[in-house]
């Protein structure tokens, strides 16, 4: 008995202690939501985003995103869930600020 209560403990416990990676479509759907923060921070200085840039943009982040050096379940869990751009804000503040 006590070894099954110690394996359901385990089994419950440890999948939280992983990595828990983001997957591809994840990544891009960050990306995706950053873009679009970023689209209208753009808009609001009477700007516009090259689309070559923005398309090398979500490249290079998906890529980062996907090695685990800038997002974190976390993040992504804050970044979907945001609303509005001072939401997306305090969502990427908070995701840069561990960044070397």
Sequence with gaps: MRLWLLSLFVATILPGCGSNALTENECRTIQDKELVYLSANFVEAG???????????????????????IYTRKD??????????????????????RLP
């Design 47 to 69: 700007k516009s985003i090259d689309k070559a840039w923005a398309k090398a943009k979500i490249d290079r982040g998906v890529a980062r995103c996907l090695s685990g050096s």
């Design 76 to 97: 992504y869990e804050c970044m979907i869930s945001a609303r509005t751009n001072e939401q997306m804000s305090r969502c990427l503040a908070t995701a840069h600020e």
